[in-house]
Structure formats: C-alpha cells, structure tokens
C-alpha cells in the first residue's frame, strides 16, 4: 500500500500525486523525461506539454496517462482524474481573475 493508496480525496491535483511520490517538481520532470519549465506549466494547470508518446517496438501512439501514470505510481485513470481536477482548478481562477469578473453588474450601474 502506498501513501497515495489511502487518499480519499475527490478531486486529488497532480501535486498530490507528485508529493505522495516524494519527488520535486525537479525530480519529477526528470522521471517523466520532460522539461522542468514543461512540468512546472503541467502541474497547476493540468495541460499536458506532450499528448503520446511513441513506442518504437509496437510502432504506436501511447496516451499520456497511461505512460506518465508509472512515474507518479498510481493508475491512468486516477493520473486523468487528477489532470482534469488541477485544470479545473486553474480555469476557475483564470474565470474569477478576468477583467468581466471585476465588473459591477448592469443592475448596480
């Protein structure tokens, strides 16, 4: 059982898989074999700088999750889930920062 096995958290970010590995942001980026600036981007937003990667022995495409899912030691799906909280997350904040957001609304003019 790991750390990330007892989490019971519904909508768990990236950064909760990533600390429950025990990496860094660093180190993280390294074990998925992309740029540390790449990952810093990916984290808080859930946008992946990559959508595949290419397995030369089976000549096919392999999703994302499915060969990120090993370096943050949990199941694709859970990898997705947790993608799709961090992006939702972020477009919130993008929403709530907006100029419209600051803006009185018509019936206070």
């Given amino acids: 059982m790991t ?3 007892l989490c019971t958290v519904e909508q768990e ?3 909760h898989l ?3 590995t025990g990496r860094s942001r ?4 390294k074990a998925l074999g992309i740029a540390e600036e790449t ?7 859930g946008r992946r700088g990559t959508r595949a990667h290419h397995d030369r022995a ?14 943050f030691g949990t199941t694709p799906e ?7 909280s961090a992006r939702d997350a972020w477009l919130d904040g993008v929403r709530r920062s907006s100029p419209a957001a600051h803006r009185a609304p ?3 003019r």
Avoid at 26 to 29: G, K, L, R, S
Avoid at 59 to 71: K, L, N, Q, T, V
């Fill in 78 to 84: 859970r990898l997705l889930a947790a993608r799709e």
């Fill in 58 to 71: 089976r000549d096919e495409g392999i999703a994302w999750d499915d060969w990120a899912a090993p370096a």
């Fill in 18 to 20: 990533r600390v429950f």
């Fill in 106 to 108: 018509s019936s206070a």
């Fill in 13 to 15: 970010p990236l950064v």
């Fill in 3 to 5: 750390p990330a096995d």
């Fill in 39 to 45: 990952y810093r981007q990916l984290e808080p937003t």
């Fill in 26 to 29: 660093a180190e993280m980026a």
